[in-house]
Structure formats: structure tokens, C-alpha cells
């Protein structure tokens, strides 16, 4: 007779001490971009699958693509902290506001409930960082990161940094809309240049220092950003 | 296991005996049939036993049925007795808490010679709905474990314990179970809890030679247990007895046996490099001695136990030792047949030299810690009958952990204390009391109403007292200096020394963007302390409706309530006021917490033959808030969140955190601790020789956990979070065979999860001391929900701050649909997927035993935090991110050859190996982080001896 009440038991216990397999998404890294998006962002969750997408805000992210499974992991390669690697899609209405994030899996939509932050762009535009090198030569692409740096909005040029006067213009490029941007170094002598940028609404790309005024020393409310042209390569 | 460790552990977290209290008796039920079946009327029934002054007789019923009540756990002599003739003998062992089925045969026609001789184990208690298992003398004397009551219960099916499962690395003191945090259990020796309340953690050990048994209950307890989530153990001492009985033994142990390096985590430079093992030496020395001082009247039992300890922290080059011992005395007065006295007295003090190594203080510099823990007990039992049994009982305990430095003054200072304080010269001092008193009375009764019951009510209050006193003379106002050395001007928090040297402190940054380093010195806070008064009750019923089936009924009340240092109870104000103005919001007060814990379970002997039941149990359990939650009434801790004002003279002067100046912690309105609801089912069934087999089903699920959420930047409440919990289910198959004298088994397996919100809970502090095990008390800033003041953060450019802290889950007052639970996901440390434990020993016939402990743990991955680059390894040297442990195993072995003498006195010698095969496999790494992908952080601990000899009387 026990031997009935054991299965009875066994088959009633087993659904509930079957180990979790339900999909859980936890968390997007980071939880905060600019508005033109373009920011490389982490979704972790577990038992995600390889087949799962998503959006932010309603907008599918970009360049999505599965982490490749470690083999170390074994089977807990799904359990914990699997993820998923993309790029934030642009969203201008959203500045300031909190969206949803959005996964789905074999049709079942996963949502991290207002988890994303859009941020607008301060000003016209905003440079945050230049990709200059110790030394450039004529033609390199320096980067431009930052947010509304449009290219039929925005120009740059280089600068002498004993007058101030400019020496050369440049074209921004957009690589990812007015959040990744470069452009060519233009063909000038060798030597150090100071690098600004302007919008067509006369704005300028707030960290950068404006060679017209000439408290360029007080470097605390600016980061002049120098490049140092070297024809020779210098010691790249 | 090391021993410096648990001496550590329990030392560190100071002790303080004496919550619940817990039952030290056990039963015995039978029958007596003839060797064709039929009931045996009116025989006589003697039991001699080496823990009851006289002999008890009891004759069979008609039905041949009898029972002893409320006996002292060990192994009883039996002989019945019908018609003037001995008709069987033998021996029965009595467990804790427990029913032991012994039926008998009786032999009417035979003579002595053709008597047959039985003995009779407690295989399967069908009047008990819970999960409990006791383990004998014997069972642990024989197993290769620690010489610790909590190395035992590591052998236990859902007990995690061989490793630190919250933070990686060795297990210490205070193993985890079912889920539950290391800080969940209760702890009791001989009736009175043992764990400490402020930091629930095991509090005292006792000599090992010294217990009984241990009991524990994983699942299932019943009301007269309370005041834990995870799980009650309750050990009972040996006493003394009409003979004199006694041992003495030495043991030596050590560590790093052959290879003394690995590879781990070296934080200094985040890669993995050869790491000097952790090491260490102790010699031990164990005493025991029990007797009559007056035959039938008086006995005492006395156990001593010393202990050095020599150790080298892995890693490490700097040496460290300790002295200490445990010490106790029992005293049992025999009033008459029905009333005993008992007095119980505990001393256990403990010396650390050098106990902190901080590498920010200089090498030269030493801090000592000299620790006592003493503790009285008096109890009075009153039996008119075996039926009826009062016992009534009070206590004293002090214990007081005393930090002073050895050396060092103000230009050179000190050892950390184990606060994070730095001392500055031999003048400062760390000094923490705490006393508790209180008493308090437990009624067992039988009655036959409507089947048997066994009803059991008690009540107790309990009154503890924390007081500490900090001296630190570091007390002059600092101002920032320049890369020079130099005094910019800008003036600082006092009780801060910056310095340009990097050797002397942690990283900062000055006003002006250039690189400091700073250590930090508090003033002389002088004493501080709260008054915690715990009062509970319960009424437990065990009624047997028939003789197959048995209902467990219980129920029981805490009640907690706690005053500051000035007598009063903690302000409250409402979460949902926190938009209100602070001079405008509705305060209260916090009073006393009460807490009502029903249980309710069934056991059915379904064939009537004590060999297969099924069960089921559901009840729920309160823990303590312990003195960490009144102590937030003082401060934020009693250290780390002093704040400074000024007074009239200018001044700097202490002021405590409900200061409503000073952005207080507030506690929230109706703040409880946090409690758990448990289920579980099964079926044992006893096979072949005494063996059970048990399986099992758990489901558990704890809430109301307590946390400090921020839900704004200015606004830090206590509250029950309702985005915290834990969950833990299970499925567990287990074979046990009690320990006969010759051999004894406990086998089990163990398939569960444990998920739910990640460490960082609030009942999980540890001494209250902000940061310590990453699993306390802190404003982490990621539970801020208030979208507004989120995307402030954003907007200025700290959304990467959020961001580096997010893991615990935001929490919003004003739209509980933005409550985010990416924090309450994932696995929780406490659980192994997959758990095999196989424990046993067997004596060969010519006096040699061996003993096994073998451990399976599958490994498991749990979340702790995310983004560790946040922090880096120069900060946070723990780290924060996902967590994942290897499957480890762990063989230990156990030979021991007894000279015996005669059946008192023999001499042992044994020879125990740890981690025989040396594995060596990591026992936490990082998994998914950005920097410590699959970096070894902690590996098992290295392959250990233990040596001794024993000699018994």
C-alpha cells in the first residue's frame, strides 16, 4: 500500500521541485544613453535562449547578437547572467523619459517596465571625447563622441594655439548618427592645433574651448582638446 | 575543520547565550507481545539509565502497550520482567525530542540463558510530522568531522556548511540550510539558545566529548521552536551519573599538508597568481568528568576544553594566534522522585594576538582582543509523574569582547579594529558587553482525551542588554594637504586624516582634482548601547487520534521590542509621507513587534507497525530582528554612520542618525522581521536493519524581509521591502541507520534551488558594521524608485553612480508598476543544485574504525551584484557581480583503533585526514563580470590531519 502513497508523492512533488526554466531578463547595462542612441548596451537575463529580440522603447535594438556560451559554464550557461549584446536605437521624442525595454522569446515578451532613460542632448550639440592620438598625420579619422553632432550641422576646424586664428576646417562624418562621428585630419604643417567645433546655430560643442576666447588658460570651464600633427608618423 | 575559524567566527561575533529555549527529553512507546503475537498484560517494565538517579518501572496495559516519559537522551537498560521471570532484556536508545518505537517479544518459556537480547534504536518517530534527525555520541565520534557541533551538523542533508556559500571560500561556524542564510538558525545547548542575538550567529560551542546528541530540526519544528527561519539544532550534554565516568584527550591538527600554494585572485593586480595556502597548527586539549558526589542525589559533569591556534591567512605572511578554552560545569540535585535542580555554569575565554593583519597599518603594529563569555544557569525540573512534567528556568550571561592595540601611537597607528576603526595608541579601546537575563517555564502533560496527547506550552521573556564603548583619541580636526604636505585650508570632516602618501590610506580626491589618501579616526563615542526584550510563548500539541495517525498542533508568539541607549523606542514615520516635509510627517513609535507562528502537521503510520509513514507540514517561522535592527535607533551603526555637529562652543560632538538634521535612517511605520512560510511532505519507510529510507519534498518561501531602501536621496527607510524574498524547493531522498556501537549510516540526496532576491538583506547584517560580507546593511542608492530623482541622477551626469550600484532593485513609493525586480532575481547562494552526502562509520571486530565523510555539492551560481568595474578590486576587493561554484568534493576519512581495558576504560588513538585526495577545486569565481571572468577566488580548503589520543574511564 505505502508503495502507491510513494509515487502519489513522488509525481506530486516532482513539478514543484523541478528546477526553474521559465526566461527572466534582468537588467540592460547600461540603463541610460543620449537620444541619437548608438551606445553599446549589455541585456542580461537567464534561460534567454539564442534566438531572443528586442527593443528599446519600441525601437528593435541594434547589431543584436547572443554572447557566445562559454563551454566552462556547463549547463549553467543559461542560468545565470546570460547575455545579450547591442546597440541603443535612436529615439529624439524620448529625451528625458523613461521607456520600456522589451524581450521576446519563442512569442513571449519580456519587459523591463520603464528601464531604459533617454537623455537629450544638452545644447545644439555636445562632445564629450575626441579619439586624437599622442601624434596624427594628415588624413587620419579622428573619432567624435557625443550626442547631435550632425553633419550637415556641425563644423570643425583647427586652431593655432599661439593666436587662435584658424588654420583648417574639416567635414564631420557620421558613423552612428550625432553620437559617433570622425573626421579626417585635414592637410596642415606639423605641429599642435587646437580642435573646435561650432553648429550652424552658433552653439558649441560644450566641453571644447572656444579659440576666440582668450581665457583659454582658465581650463577649468573647458577642455581644450590639442592635436599633434607629426608627418612622420612619430612614434606610433 | 580549522578551528580558529570557528573561533573566530564565534568570538567575533561575540556571544550571548539564551533566547528559546528547546526540550531535552525524549520517549519511548512499545508494545510487549509473546513470540506468537499476542499482547502481554501486566509485565513489569525496568529501565536503568546512566542519566536518571533510580531505576523506572512501568507495567504493560492490557493491549501489552507501555511508554516512558520525558527521559534524558542516551541508552537505556531494559529488562521485563512478567510473573517473576525475566522474560527479555536490552537496551534502548532515547533521542531528543523523539518517540522511540520499541516493540518487544517476550520469551514466556524461556530461561536466562535463552533470553534474546534486543536493542532498540529510534529508526522512525511516527508521531513526529518533521523533518529531524539525531545524531548520537557515538554517530559523532566516530565521523571524520570537526570537533564542533556545527561540523556535525554539516553532514546533514540540506545543511551547506564545508564552504562559505555567501561569500566564497571555507565554511566557518554558521553553516546555511534549506535556503536561509548563515544567520537564520537557532542554537541550543542543554535547553538554552546559544546564538548570539545581535549577529545570529552560533555564539558558544561546547567540549565535544562532552555531547549527548544533537538533534536538528530542517523542517518542520514544532512550536516550542522558534526564532529562526533556517534551522534549530539542540545539543544535550552528557551528566553525571551514579558512576564516575570521564575522558581526556589530546588531538593535534594542521594544515597545508604537502603542496602549500595555489593559484587564486590576487585583488592587488585582478589576475590569478600562486597564493601561499592558508595554514594552520593546533594542539587541543579535552576534558571531561561526570560522577555522584552523593549516590542518587547529587552529580556533577565538568568539561574543559584549551586550544592554541597558529595560523597564517592565505596569502599572507604575517603569523597569528589565539588561546582560548571552553569550560563547563553541571550540577544535578535529586530533590526527590520528583523534583531535580539543575545549575549549569560556562566560562569560555579567548585571546587573540595580532588578529588583524591590515595591510593600510603598519607591520609592526599589533591589536589583541581578549574575550570571556560567561553564562549561569538554574533550572528546576518537577515530574509527579512521567504524565506531568514542569520545568522552570533562568539565567545570566555576560560577554565581553575587549579590542585594545598593542602598540602603536598617533604617528604610527595601529591594527583596524574589527569595526573598520583604526587605533591610534595604546590608550584606545574597543569595549563591548552584553548581558542578558531572563527565565522562564515549559508544561508537558499526557492525557488520553479522545487518543493521546502529548501537550507541551511554555513562556519565556528575556531581557539583553548591549552596551560598547569606544575610545579612539585620533580626535583633531584635519585639514586636506597638498602633494607637499602642505595645508590647503579647506577644511575637512574631523576624525579624517588625509596624507599625500599612498601607503597610509584609500584612494581619494581633493577639492582641486589632485590625489589623496585618507584613513579615518573617530572620537571618543563613549558608551552606547540598546536594551532588547524578547518575551515568547507556545502551546504545542502532538495528539494521537489513533494509533496509526498523529496530528502535530502548535503555535507560538514572539514578541521583540528594543529601546536606544536614552530609553526609547525607535521614532516611525509612514514611507508614503516621504514627499512631506520631515517636520511635517506623522511620527510614531515603533513599540514591541509581535509575532505569531502557527504550525500544523500530520504523521500517519499506515500500516500500524512503525515502519512507513507518510507526513506533512506547513507552519511559519519569525526570526529575530536581533540587536543589529534596535541598534539603528542609536546610529546608523554604532560606528560607521556617527555623525559629527558642532555645539555652541564649536566643538565637534556626537550625535546619533535620528537626528532629524542629519538625513536619519527612518524607521518605517509597522517594520517587522521578516518571516517564513514552509510546506513539506514525504514518506519513510524502514528497510532492512533499522535503515530508513526518507524522501522528502520542501517549499519555502520567505518574505517581509526587512531593508533599508532609499527612496529618494534624502529619505532612507527601514521598511519591510515588498520586493525582497527568498524562495527554496526541494526534493530529497535520504537513508539513515542510527549508530548501534558498530556501525551507522546517513545518506542523502539533494535536489533543489534557491532563489529570490540577492544578499543584502537587512537581517543578514553582521554586526551591523556597514560593508562587512557584502550582505549588510548599506544605501547602495540603486533602491531609489522615484523616477524624478532617478532621472535627476541621468541628467547630471550620474547615471553611471546608478548604474555601478544597480543589482538590488529599485523600489518606488509613488508607482509600485516601476518597481524593478531585476534585483530579486537569481539563484541564491544558499543551495547546491545537486547534493550528495554519504556519512558513516563501522568498528571492525578487533577494535578499529573507520569513519567517511563524503560531500558532493554540483556547484551553483548565484548573483550577488552586477559590474564589478565600478568598484575594482582596489575598493572592493570582494567585488560584486555573479558568483559561480565549480562542483567541489570533499573526502575525509576517520581510522581509530580503541585498546579497551574493560567496558569503561580504553585508549584511542585516531588519526582523522580532511580533504584526503587534496582536491583543490575553486570554490567561488566570478562568472559573467567584465574584469574577473573566471578568476579563482577561493579554493577548498587545503588537505588537513588531525592526530589524538583518548583515553576514557
Known amino acids: 500500500m505505502y508503495r502507491h502513497f510513494t509515487l502519489l508523492l513522488v509525481a506530486g512533488m516532482l513539478p514543484a521541485c523541478k528546477l526553474a526554466t521559465e526566461p527572466r531578463l534582468v537588467s540592460i547595462d547600461p540603463d541610460y544613453a543620449y537620444t541619437d542612441g548608438c551606445t553599446d548596451v549589455t541585456i542580461s537575463g537567464a534561460r534567454l535562449g539564442t534566438e531572443a529580440t528586442a527593443s528599446i522603447g519600441g525601437n528593435p535594438i541594434e547589431g543584436w547578437a547572443a554572447a557566445e556560451e562559454d563551454p566552462t559554464r556547463g549547463e549553467h550557461a543559461q542560468d545565470v547572467g546570460f547575455k545579450y549584446y547591442g546597440v541603443s536605437p535612436a529615439n529624439y521624442e524620448a529625451g528625458g523619459t523613461f521607456v520600456d525595454v522589451d524581450l521576446t522569446i519563442d512569442d513571449v515578451t519580456l519587459t523591463l517596465d520603464r528601464g531604459f532613460y533617454y537623455l537629450a542632448c544638452p545644447g545644439d550639440f555636445m562632445v564629450e571625447a575626441i579619439g586624437v592620438g599622442e601624434t596624427n598625420v594628415v588624413g587620419d579619422a579622428i573619432g567624435v563622441f557625443g550626442c547631435g553632432i550632425d553633419e550637415a550641422e556641425v563644423t570643425g576646424g583647427l586652431y593655432s594655439v599661439t593666436d587662435f586664428t584658424q588654420v583648417a576646417s574639416f567635414d564631420i562624418v557620421s558613423d552612428c548618427r550625432g553620437a559617433i562621428t570622425h573626421f579626417e585630419v585635414p592637410d596642415v604643417a606639423d605641429g599642435t592645433y587646437l580642435v573646435y567645433m561650432t553648429h550652424s546655430n552658433g552653439g558649441s560643442g560644450g566641453m571644447l574651448c572656444d579659440p576666440s576666447d582668450t581665457g583659454l588658460d582658465t581650463a577649468t570651464v573647458c577642455a581644450p582638446t590639442y592635436i599633434t600633427i607629426d608627418s612622420s608618423g612619430g612614434a606610433r | ?953
Open chain 2, 1 to 953: 575543520m580549522n578551528r580558529m575559524n570557528s573561533l573566530l567566527a564565534v568570538a567575533l561575533f561575540a556571544n550571548l547565550p539564551a533566547i528559546a529555549e528547546a526540550a531535552e527529553f525524549g520517549d519511548i512507546r512499545g508494545v510487549l507481545e509473546d513470540t506468537d503475537g499476542m499482547p502481554v498484560p501486566n509485565a513489569e517494565i525496568t529501565l536503568k539509565g546512566p542519566n536518571v538517579p533510580m531505576p523506572r518501572t512501568e507495567n504493560t496495559a492490557e493491549d501489552g502497550s507501555f511508554s516512558f516519559r520525558n527521559l534524558p537522551p542516551g541508552t537505556y537498560d531494559v529488562e521485563v520482567v512478567f510473573q517473576g521471570k525475566v522474560v527479555t532484556k536490552g537496551q534502548v536508545d532515547v533521542a531528543l525530542n523523539a518517540v522511540t518505537r520499541a516493540n518487544l517479544t517476550a520469551n514466556l518459556n524461556a530461561s536466562d540463558a535463552t533470553i534474546d537480547v534486543f536493542g532498540v534504536r529510534p529508526a522512525m518517530d511516527t508521531t513526529s510530522s518533521a523533518l529531524s534527525t539525531s545524531l548520537s555520541a557515538e554517530t559523532i565520534q566516530n565521523m571524520p568531522v570537526g570537533r564542533t557541533f556545527t561540523d556535525v551538523v554539516n553532514t546533514l542533508p540540506g545543511v551547506y556548511g564545508r564552504v562559505d556559500t555567501q561569500n566564497g571560500g571555507g565554511g566557518g561556524a554558521n553553516p546555511s540550510v534549506r535556503g536561509e542564510g548563515q544567520y537564520g538558525n537557532n542554537y541550543t545547548i542543554d535547553g538554552i539558545s546559544v546564538r548570539d542575538p545581535a549577529t545570529n550567529t552560533v555564539a558558544q560551542s561546547v567540549n565535544f566529548d562532552a555531547i549527548e546528541e544533537v538533534q536538528v530540526y530542517t523542517d518542520g519544528a514544532p512550536a516550542e521552536f522558534g526564532q529562526f527561519t533556517g534551522m534549530a539544532v539542540n545539543v544535550s550534554t552528557k551528566d553525571g551519573g551514579n558512576e564516575h565516568h570521564g575522558s581526556a584527550a589530546i588531538f593535534y591538527s594542521q594544515h597545508a599538508w604537502f603542496n602549500k600554494e595555489y593559484d587564486i585572485l590576487d585583488t592587488s593586480t585582478g589576475e590569478e597568481a600562486a597564493t601561499t595556502k592558508r595554514r594552520f597548527r593546533s594542539p587541543n586539549l579535552a576534558l571531561t568528568a561526570g560522577g555522584p558526589i552523593i549516590q542518587d542525589k547529587l552529580w556533577y559533569f565538568a568539561a574543559l576544553t584549551t586550544a592554541y591556534d597558529w595560523r597564517i591567512p592565505e596569502g599572507g605572511d604575517t603569523s597569528l594566534s589565539s588561546f582560548g578554552g571552553q569550560g563547563m560545569g553541571k550540577l544535578t540535585y535529586f530533590l526527590n522522585d520528583t523534583i531535580s535542580i539543575r545549575y549549569n555554569f560556562t566560562a569560555a575565554p579567548d585571546f587573540f594576538n595580532n588578529f588583524d593583519n591590515d595591510p593600510l597599518t603598519n607591520a609592526e603594529a599589533q591589536t589583541d582582543r581578549r574575550d570571556m563569555a560567561m553564562s549561569h544557569m538554574l533550572k528546576v525540573n518537577i515530574a509527579p509523574s512521567q504524565d506531568t512534567q514542569l520545568e522552570v528556568y533562568g539565567g545570566l550571561t555576560q560577554n565581553t569582547i575587549n579590542v585594545v592595540p598593542v602598540s602603536g601611537d598617533a604617528e604610527t597607528p595601529s591594527r583596524r579594529d574589527f569595526t573598520g576603526g583604526l587605533f591610534d595608541n595604546a590608550e584606545d579601546y574597543d569595549f563591548n558587553t552584553r548581558a542578558r537575563v531572563g527565565g522562564g517555564l515549559r508544561f508537558t502533560q499526557f492525557l488520553n482525551a479522545a487518543g493521546e496527547h502529548r501537550i507541551k506550552a511554555g513562556a519565556d521573556a528575556w531581557f539583553l542588554k548591549f552596551n560598547r564603548e569606544l575610545r579612539h583619541t585620533g580626535e583633531t580636526e584635519i585639514e586636506w594637504i597638498d602633494s607637499d604636505g602642505n595645508p590647503t585650508g579647506e577644511q575637512t570632516l574631523v576624525g579624517t586624516e588625509y596624507s599625500a602618501n599612498p601607503e597610509e590610506g584609500y584612494d581619494c580626491t581633493q577639492p582641486d582634482g589632485s590625489d589623496c589618501y585618507y584613513r579615518e579616526h573617530w572620537v571618543n563615542v563613549g558608551p552606547l548601547g540598546n536594551t532588547v526584550s524578547t518575551y515568547s510563548a507556545f502551546l504545542q500539541d502532538d495528539w494521537t487520534i489513533a494509533d496509526q495517525l498523529t496530528l502535530n498542533i502548535g503555535a507560538r508568539v514572539d514578541i521583540e521590542d528594543g529601546r536606544n541607549d536614552e530609553g526609547n523606542s525607535p521614532t516611525t514615520q509612514l514611507v508614503d509621507e516621504f514627499t512631506v516635509a520631515p517636520e511635517e510627517r506623522e511620527v510614531g513609535e515603533l513599540g514591541a513587534r509581535v509575532m505569531p507562528a502557527p504550525r500544523v502537521g500530520f504523521s500517519w503510520d499506515v500500516l500500524g507497525q512503525g515502519h512507513t509513514k507518510v507526513f506533512a507540514h506547513a507552519g511559519r517561522y519569525y526570526d529575530l530582528a536581533g540587536g543589529d535592527f534596535w541598534e539603528w535607533s542609536n546610529a546608523r551603526s554604532s560606528a560607521g554612520f556617527v555623525r559629527y555637529t558642532r555645539d555652541a562652543d564649536g566643538n565637534w560632538i556626537w550625535s546619533n542618525t535620528q537626528d532629524p538634521e542629519g538625513h536619519p535612517l527612518i524607521y518605517a511605520a509597522g517594520v517587522k522581521p521578516a518571516h517564513m512560510d514552509k510546506a513539506i511532505a514525504g514518506v519513510e519507510h524502514v528497510i532492512a536493519d533499522e535503515v530508513v529510507v526518507s524522501l522528502r519534498g520542501i517549499l519555502s518561501k520567505t518574505a517581509n524581509i526587512p531593508e533599508d531602501i532609499d527612496v529618494n536621496l534624502d529619505d532612507w527607510y527601514i521598511m519591510n521591502s515588498p520586493l525582497k524574498e527568498r524562495n527554496y524547493r526541494g526534493l530529497e531522498v535520504a537513508f539513515q541507520r542510527r549508530h548501534d556501537g558498530n556501525w551507522g549510516f546517513y545518506g542523502s540526496y539533494t535536489l533543489s534551488e534557491s532563489f529570490g532576491h540577492t544578499p543584502g538583506q537587512f537581517e543578514l547584517a553582521s554586526g551591523a558594521s556597514s560593508g562587512s560580507n557584502g550582505n549588510n546593511v548599506g544605501v547602495y542608492l540603486d533602491d531609489i524608485g522615484e523616477q524624478a530623482d532617478r532621472a535627476f541622477f541621468y541628467d547630471v551626469g550620474y547615471g553611471w553612480l546608478l548604474e555601478g550600484l544597480k543589482g538590488l532593485g529599485r523600489y518606488s513609493v509613488t508607482d509600485d508598476t516601476y518597481n524593478d525586480d531585476g534585483g530579486f532575481f537569481g539563484y541564491l547562494p544558499y543551495h547546491s543544485f545537486h547534493a550528495l552526502k554519504l556519512n558513516g562509520s563501522y568498528s571492525l571486530p578487533f577494535g578499529t574504525t573507520l569513519g567517511l565523510v563524503y560531500e558532493f555539492d554540483s556547484g551553483h551560481a548565484w548573483q550577488k551584484r552586477t559590474l564589478i568595474p565600478f568598484y575594482g578590486y582596489d575598493g572592493m576587493q570582494e567585488g560584486r557581480g555573479t558568483r559561480f561554484m565549480p562542483a567541489s568534493h570533499y573526502v575525509d576519512v576517520r581510522v581509530a583503533h580503541m585498546f579497551e581495558f574493560d567496558e569503561h576504560k580504553s585508549l584511542e588513538l585516531s588519526l582523522d585526514i580532511f580533504n584526503m585526495p587534496g582536491f583543490k577545486a575553486p570554490i567561488t569565481y566570478f562568472e559573467n563580470d567584465t574584469v574577473g571572468f573566471g578568476k579563482v577566488m577561493f579554493r577548498q580548503s587545503p588537505r588537513g590531519i588531525r592526530a589524538g589520543v583518548k583515553m576514557r574511564y
